[in-house]
């Protein structure tokens, strides 16, 4: 004879699934997780500080002013450079058509200031430089500026 079925006693789900999957993780308490959001946001803001800084301690920034053509093969461009007032540096301008393509171009050298009386204390000094040109130009920039001897 036989004996009717008896159901099966399942097992726990709990235990079922961490013997498939593994034990549950643990969280992160309270304090923890603030302490990782604290140390994330000390890194993010040094990251960050960093950034600033680092293009201001290149040492050289320009600013393009104006520029004038005066004829067909002449024209004058305008700008400014500002550096630590010890440092010489150079500057390659160049005067553009109106396809952009570079007619006339230049390295200027800008020698060290003494930098007395003045609002900045030398750090700024405005530039005019005049460029012989192939053509006709229609606009003159600044391309770069750096200080000799500190390219890499």
């Known amino acids: 004879m036989t004996s009717p079925d008896q159901p099966a006693q399942p097992a726990p789900a709990d235990s079922s699934l961490a013997n498939r999957y593994g034990a549950k993780k643990r969280r992160l308490s309270p304090k ?8 994330a946001l000390a890194v993010g803001i040094g990251f960050l500080a960093w950034v600033t800084t680092s293009n201001s301690l290149s040492g050289v920034t320009y600013k393009d002013v104006g520029y004038s053509t005066t004829d067909a093969t002449l024209a004058e461009v305008d700008f400014q450079v500002t550096r630590e007032p010890a440092n010489p540096v150079k500057c390659a301008v160049k ?16 020698p060290p200031t ?9 750090r700024t000094v ?18 770069s500026c750096w200080i000799p001897g500190a390219e890499s």
């Open 114 to 122: 003494a930098g007395n009386g003045t609002p900045d204390g030398g």
């Open 32 to 39: 923890g997780a603030r302490a990782v959001i604290a140390v």
């Open 126 to 143: 405005a530039q005019r430089v005049t460029l012989r040109t192939e053509s006709a130009s229609v606009s003159g920039v600044v391309d």
């Open 95 to 110: 005067a553009l058509d109106s396809k952009f393509a570079v007619v006339g171009w230049k390295v200027v050298d800008i």
